[in-house]
């Protein structure tokens, strides 16, 4: 018998149904047995609609269930500051291992994680590290006064060490795909447990395997460390349901309010990826509408990356369910800009560069109050009208968009030019669902057209 690594990842929003975190948990408990390590990478306790009323604590029915054996941090685990995740990592039964996020100090480990461990299973001893996206302080404010260190420096400057302790060389790695492809280049890496990008990923890349589950706890990934690493998939939706974590997290659900039904749906909205990403979307129409509404703005902003994945809006839609749509802490704020910085913040969320687009992904971002025609060939726009009229390259226009759009780089808008704000972005959302209902269309406000 060889090691086995058991492993998860970006749990986030899966915590809002408890039926699939209790499979989660059960699944991970049918695989584990005495030669099992098992591992999490990160996004394992925000976002999410209960992650929002308790600061990421309701993780901890799922890791006091599950045992973990380790975790590493993922940027969204900072959404509510650093202090309530010292508090988890304090609270969970796991090591963190983290070997590039260091305090405001920039020496010391963050909530004093490990930066390696090493255990012995089946006879053999084997190593792992740590690491984070290094832009973890730019995309998520509450990480804004950590220092992360280059991750690929990190790792190696470890593997001489590890690899003296250990038979095998394992990364928890909450990284983009390039810090990846760098640290599977490195001598002695065995596998890469991957997190932070919600595409599923099983390949090997100089030898190294390389792996992720997605998002929202569908699939865990069981690692063989035999001489060459091997995985196998197992979707959760087919797992055991451990009731223990699904009763506590449905306790936590009614406790909060957040089972109240706000309206009903009869033609489901879905929230998928690839369809916010490929054009105008009614998830995205939902939210822009409701902006507009709460602050009777000229236009509305969001960033496809504000929204999230998850089944679809039917049937009986509960405030969780609206909350999860959009499930981020920031206000709701009202920015001045002119007509020429907002033609340009459209041309800014259409492929922008450096994106990947062969997949059909198109936009970025949407809008509430404009007309756009682009064209899906080009990647480019080719005109931009307000709804009532002409777009005046000099006209002041009143925007709406949570607060980390506001801030987040490159657009147009800037924080000093705020007019106004409301209260938490999401509770927008719900309150225009219970006033005005859920009958959302497409209206043509993304339209593609012909090549000029």
């Known amino acids: 018998m060889t090691p086995r690594v058991v492993y998860y990842s970006d749990i986030e929003n899966a915590y809002d149904d408890p039926e699939r975190v209790g499979r989660l948990a059960g699944t991970i408990d049918a695989l584990r047995d005495d030669r099992t390590v098992v591992v999490g990478a990160g996004d394992d306790t925000a976002p999410g609609v209960l992650a929002l009323r308790t600061e990421g604590r309701q993780s901890l029915s799922f890791f006091d269930a599950v045992e973990p054996d380790f975790e590493t941090f993922g940027n969204h685990d900072f959404d509510f500051g650093t202090e309530p995740l010292r508090e988890i990592v304090a609270d969970s039964p796991q090591r963190w291992l983290s070997a590039n996020v260091y305090d405001d100090s920039g020496t010391n480990q963050f909530a004093d994680a490990d930066p390696t461990a090493v255990v012995e299973r ?6 792992f590290v740590g690491v984070t996206d290094p832009k973890t302080p730019e995309i998520a404010t509450g990480a804004a006064d950590l220092t992360l260190t280059d991750p690929v420096a990190e790792v190696r400057d470890v593997l001489s060490d590890l690899r003296e302790r250990a038979d095998h060389m394992v990364v928890i790695a909450h990284l983009r795909e390039e ?13 890469i447990l991957g997190g932070h990008v919600h595409v599923e990923r099983h390949e090997r890349v100089d030898g190294t395997l390389l792996l992720r ?17 091997t995985a196998t998939r197992h979707e959760v ?13 449905r306790n936590r659900m009614e406790a909060t309010g957040l089972t109240e039904v706000v309206a009903t749906v009869e033609d489901p909205i879905v929230r998928e990826r690839d369809r916010r990403y490929g054009g105008e979307c009614r998830v995205a129409n939902l939210v822009i509408d409701a902006y507009r509404w709460a602050t009777g703005a000229d236009v509305a902003f969001v960033q496809n990356g504000s929204l999230r994945d998850g089944a679809p809006l039917s049937d009986a839609v509960t405030v969780a369910d609206l909350v999860g749509v959009a499930p981020f802490g920031g206000e709701l704020e009202v920015v001045q800009v002119s007509g020429a910085q907002l033609r340009d913040l459209v041309a800014t969320v259409l492929a922008p560069e450096g994106a990947p687009t062969g997949d059909g ?17 080009a990647n480019a726009v080719r005109d931009v009208r307000l709804e009532d009229g002409p777009l005046d390259p000099d006209a002041q226009l009143a925007v709406a968009a949570n607060a980390f759009d506001v801030r987040a780089d490159p657009t147009p ?9 409301w209260d938490i ?28």
């Open 122 to 127: 089946a006879g053999e001893r084997v190593g």
């Open 179 to 191: 810090n990846e492809r760098e640290i599977a280049a490195l001598d002695g890496v065995d596998a």
């Open 213 to 229: 589950p997605n998002a929202n706890g569908q699939v865990v990934w069981a690692v063989e460390l035999g001489e060459e690493a």
């Open 237 to 249: 939706p087919d797992g055991p349901r451990h009731e223990g974590v699904a009763e506590a997290l």
């Open 361 to 377: 992904r198109k936009w970025w971002g949407h809008f509430g109050g404009l007309r756009i025609d682009y064209d899906p060939d």
């Open 413 to 421: 808008m800037d924080p000093d030019d705020a007019v106004a704000s």
């Open 425 to 452: 972005q999401y509770e927008a959302i719900v309150e225009y669902a219970r006033e005005n209902g859920l009958d959302v269309e497409l209206d043509g406000r993304l339209s593609p057209v012909g090549g000029e």
